[in-house]
């Protein structure tokens, strides 16, 4: 009796962890995609005024 109440708390304690894990993964992707439209950079700040943008380079010309 014993054993199977912890092997059931083992098994809510993974899934807890597993689902904790998975949201983690979720926000960070959803506030990616928020700062990208926002026009933020993945450096957390904004990268209208950053000398490395690439907007701010002109593409090459070929001749």
């Known amino acids: 009796m014993l054993y199977s109440l912890c092997s059931a708390a083992g098994a809510v ?3 807890a ?3 904790l894990a ?3 993964v979720i926000a960070v ?3 990616h995609f928020v700062r990208k439209k926002q026009g ?3 450096c957390g700040c904004d990268c209208a005024h950053c000398g490395g ?3 701010l380079h002109k593409k090459e ?3």
């Open 29 to 31: 992707v959803i506030l």
């Open 17 to 19: 962890i597993a689902v």
């Open 53 to 55: 943008c690439c907007h």
């Open 61 to 63: 010309e070929k001749e």
């Open 13 to 15: 304690l993974s899934v």
């Open 22 to 24: 998975a949201g983690a």
């Open 40 to 42: 933020k950079g993945g």
